[in-house]
C-alpha cells in the first residue's frame, strides 16, 4: 500500500507565499517523477510543475518564475513553493508520483487528497 499526503494549503492574499508538502509512504521500491497538479472550480485539470529523480524540472508558463518545485528523496518528499500568487492560481492541488512497486516491479501513478489553495482579492 502506497499513500501521499498532502499539506501545506490555505487562504493567502494576493502577493503571498504558500509552501505545498506531498510525502510518500508504504511500501515500495522507489518514486521515478514527482508533480503537482490543480484544478479549479469549472475547469480541468493541469499540470503544473514535475520533477524527475535527476531533479530536472519544468512548468506550467503561467507559473514560472513564481513557483519553485523540488524533492528530498530522503524523505519521499516532494515540495511546491508557491511565490507572488495570484488570483487565478486559486484551485485544489493534487500531488502525483510514478511509483515502482512490487514484487514484480511496475510503475503506477499515485495521487494526493489535495490541498485548497485561495488566493482572496
Known amino acids: 500500500q502506497v499513500q501521499l499526503v498532502e499539506s501545506g494549503g490555505g487562504l493567502v492574499q494576493p502577493g503571498g507565499s504558500l509552501r505545498l508538502s506531498c510525502a510518500a509512504s508504504g511500501s515500495f521500491f522507489s518514486i521515478n517523477a514527482m508533480g503537482w497538479y490543480r484544478q479549479a472550480p469549472g475547469k480541468q485539470r493541469e499540470l503544473v510543475a514535475i520533477i524527475t529523480t535527476g531533479g530536472s524540472t519544468n512548468y506550467v508558463d503561467s507559473v514560472k518564475g513564481r513557483f519553485t518545485i523540488s524533492r528530498d528523496n530522503a524523505r519521499n518528499t516532494v515540495y511546491l513553493q508557491l511565490n507572488s500568487l495570484k488570483p487565478e492560481d486559486t484551485a485544489v492541488y493534487y500531488c502525483?508520483?510514478?511509483?515502482?512497486?512490487?514484487?514484480?516491479?511496475?510503475?503506477?501513478?499515485?495521487w494526493g487528497q489535495g490541498t485548497q489553495v485561495t488566493v482572496s482579492s
Open positions: 502525483n508520483a510514478a511509483i515502482v512497486v512490487g514484487p514484480s516491479p511496475y510503475e503506477l501513478d499515485y
